[in-house]
């Protein structure tokens, strides 16, 4: 046998391959076998796992696997019927598992698969949802952006501050590289470069605004991406190879430009629009995001609303200041004007006193002079005197009377007075003048028009004569009626006078006098010139005659004091004319007499005082000298005194009435001291206090210091008369100032 050199393997190879499947048999037991221990281990760790059950049973499957690849270990050698019935057992097994555990799965797989679906779905909602929160994060940033830029562009009023503050937090937040403003110019043809981020351009700037691209941004209020060749974006040198960034425009609403001007600023621009420019740094990848051009329109409204806000502002302070130098002005015309009314009170006091004691003299006088011995030629002399002094004593009265009417201080004097007796005096005083021009004057006073009233008597009969009196100067033929009724309510209201409301009462009634004349008459266009100081009617009779043109203007003034209306009708020059006046007058309960003093008496007749000593206290030697002849030529026993410590001296029990002159610097104490010698009030004589003042705080003055009657000047026989008889009977006596 020949030798052999080769090598014999030392398994063969049906061996090896035996010994293969077994050792991968036992692997593949031992993999089964932990596989259902993970399993096991899943289902408990997983509360909500769905199907445990599937799970179990695909256990079973695997350890069922298992176990007969693990029993088929036995079978690579002689093995026994029982290895063989145990082997057959497992397969069975197995198989029925597995075909179970595949039909089981084709029910779950729909399952599974909808789990898989939702799953996608939530992934996807999971994926939105993380969007959504970018862009929430996004809005929250820029919305902290926007409350910065905000805060700093409002935490001035100042408008350049604010659009430089714009663009410097602009530049800032958005790492811009340029930023500018365009402001439309005075004309609205341009717009001029007013502001920029980083001063390399020159302000001034100007394009057309009619460009389109302009226009495009004009029209939407949206930020819109430009080019960077656009006349509005060349903002930056050029930078050679760099390629220019992004430029972005954004209309601003100037919502208010008055008075908003920088250079050449429009107080109100056509368009109304400013054009803000943003610019990305050049040779940048950056672009522009959604986020960011809507934190320049915000911007932008915001910009536009401090804007407004600013010029809001700036107009009320400008108010403010006209307002404080209206003020300061007014309250410097105030301290003039009262400057000015002390003055003329001062002096029309002075000028009334003065004016008063030669009126005093004169009338005094004249009126002596009368009840002498005279010639028919000497009497028509001192009548005449004594009317022309009377004129002229009412124009005092008349300038007195307006001036107080004019401040406000003059206040009607109520009373109780005989409303009959006041017309047939108007007439009794108007009748003497017209039969000079013989003109005949009728009074008619209705039968129902009450006896007494309660008003000022005074300025009534002031009225009165007023308007009788115009109708005698202005008339030269015909004549003249007086007619006095109580107005009815449906004639009360007259369309001439508007605000005019008579309210009708038991307590009171409205007195309606009508005066008619057949004089030159007047044009209808002058008739209310009439009621306006110093004014008259243009008229040839007007030209003619004389007079202060004061009347009327009194007389409107005491009608609308009583609460009155007073208007004329005339239908044209040579038609005469007719004064109408309604005044309110007070029913007085108790009418049996009247209280006003004034009214002549007949008891009063020539009465003379015999006897009767009257101390006369006066430093002005003409006036003293004249009281003391109306005192004389009514029999009364008099002595003089030109001072207050000569009057003191001279006086005693035996004199019963001390007349002074109020005007003397001294007279209030005077009255003072004449009140501590005479302690006693039936020794003390009765005091009255001549004056020309015919303001209220003479007479309040008079009657603080004690004395019993106040008397104003000047002061005829008559008078002088009246006033002894009444201060004797009631032992006080003030006339009405």
Avoid at 182 to 187: F, I, L, V
Avoid at 585 to 599: D, Q, R, V, W
Avoid at 656 to 662: F, I, L, N, R, S
Wanted: proline fraction near 5%; include cysteine; hydrophobic fraction near 45%.
């Amino acid at each position: 046998m020949e030798s052999c050199n080769c090598i014999e393997p030392q398994w063969p190879a049906e061996e090896l391959l035996m010994k293969y499947q077994y050792i991968s048999d036992f692997f593949i037991a031992l993999a089964y076998f932990s596989i259902p221990l993970e399993l096991i281990y899943f289902v408990k760790k997983s509360a909500v796992f769905p199907y445990r059950w599937v799970l179990v049973q695909f256990g079973a499957f695997i350890v069922l696997c298992g176990a007969t690849h693990l029993i088929n270990l036995w079978t690579f050698n002689m093995h026994s019927r029982t290895v063989a019935v145990v082997m057959t057992t497992a397969k069975v097994l197995t198989a029925a598992v597995s075909c179970a555990t595949a039909l089981m799965l084709v029910h779950i797989i729909p399952d599974l698969l909808s789990v898989k679906t939702r799953e996608l779905f939530l992934k996807n909602k999971a994926a939105e949802l993380d969007r959504e929160m970018g862009l929430i994060r996004t809005q929250e940033e820029t919305g902290r952006h926007v409350r910065m830029l905000t805060h700093e562009i409002r935490s001035t009023l100042d408008r350049h501050t604010i659009l430089k503050t714009t663009l410097v937090e602009l530049g800032r937040t958005l790492a811009l590289e340029e930023c500018a403003l365009w402001m439309p110019t005075r004309t609205g043809l341009e717009l001029q470069l007013s502001y920029t981020l980083r001063q390399q351009n020159p302000v001034g700037y100007t394009v057309p605004i009619q460009l389109p691209v302009i226009n495009q941004v004009f029209s939407s209020n949206r930020a819109m991406k430009i080019s960077p060749n656009s006349p509005v974006a060349r903002l930056r040198p050029l930078s050679g190879k760099y390629m220019p960034g992004e430029v972005v425009a954004v209309r601003v609403p100037l919502l208010h430009l008055s008075n908003f001007q920088i250079n050449d600023w429009p107080e109100l621009s056509t368009r109304r629009y400013a054009l803000m420019v943003l610019m990305l740094p050049s040779d940048s990848a950056r672009q522009w995001h959604v986020h960011e051009l809507e934190l320049v329109e915000v911007v932008a409204d915001q910009v536009a609303v401090a804007l407004s806000h600013a010029a809001i502002l700036e107009e009320s302070m400008r108010a403010r200041d006209l307002l404080m130098e209206q003020n300061v002005a007014l309250d410097h015309a105030r301290r003039e004007a009262e400057t000015a009314i002390r003055a003329r009170n001062d002096f029309l006091a002075v000028m009334n006193h003065e004016m008063r004691t030669p009126m005093h003299a004169v009338i005094a006088l004249s009126s002596l002079l009368q009840e002498t011995e005279l010639t028919p030629e000497q009497r028509l002399m001192i009548e005449t005197i004594l009317r022309s002094s009377n004129l002229l004593a009412t124009l005092i009265n008349d300038v007195l009377d307006l001036s107080r009417l004019e401040d406000g201080s003059l206040q009607l004097d109520l009373g109780s007075f005989n409303l009959h007796a006041v017309f047939r005096e108007v007439l009794n005083l108007i009748k003497p003048i017209a039969s000079v021009k013989k003109l005949p004057v009728t009074l008619n006073v209705a039968p129902d028009l009450p006896e007494y009233a309660i008003g000022d008597e005074k300025r009534l009969m002031q009225t009165i004569l007023n308007v009788v009196g115009n109708a005698v100067k202005f008339s030269k033929e015909g004549s003249i009626s007086i007619t006095a009724f109580v107005a009815k309510s449906e004639s009360l209201r007259d369309s001439r006078a508007p605000d005019f409301f008579p309210v009708p009462s038991d307590n009171h009634f409205y007195l309606r006098v009508q005066v008619k004349d057949a004089g030159q008459g007047i044009n209808p266009p002058d008739i209310p010139k009439l009621f306006t100081k110093f004014a008259h009617a243009q008229t040839l009779a007007t030209k003619n005659s004389s007079g202060s043109g004061l009347g009327l203007a009194i007389c409107k003034r005491f009608v609308n004091l009583m609460e009155g209306h007073i208007w004329i009708e005339s239908e044209g020059l040579g038609k005469g004319c007719m004064a109408i006046f309604i005044v309110k007058l007070g029913i007085p309960e108790n009418t049996s007499e009247s209280k006003n003093p004034f009214l002549p008496k007949a008891n009063h007749g020539q009465t003379t005082f015999p006897g009767l000593k009257v101390l006369v206290l006066d430093d002005n030697g003409v006036s003293r000298m004249v009281t003391k002849e109306l005192l004389v030529h009514l029999g009364c026993d008099v002595t003089t005194a030109s001072s207050r410590d000569e009057c003191l001296l001279v006086v005693s029990q035996d004199h019963k009435v001390v007349c002074m002159d109020a005007g003397m610097p001294d007279s209030f104490e005077a009255a003072v001291r004449l009140h501590e010698k005479f302690t006693k009030r039936h020794e003390r004589p009765l005091i009255v206090a001549l004056t020309g003042n015919t303001d209220k705080v003479t007479k309040e003055n008079c009657m603080r210091v004690g004395m019993d009657g106040v008397i104003l000047k000047p002061v005829s026989v008559d008078k002088m008369r009246s006033v002894l008889s009444e201060l004797l009977e009631h032992r006080v006596l003030f006339e009405a100032m």
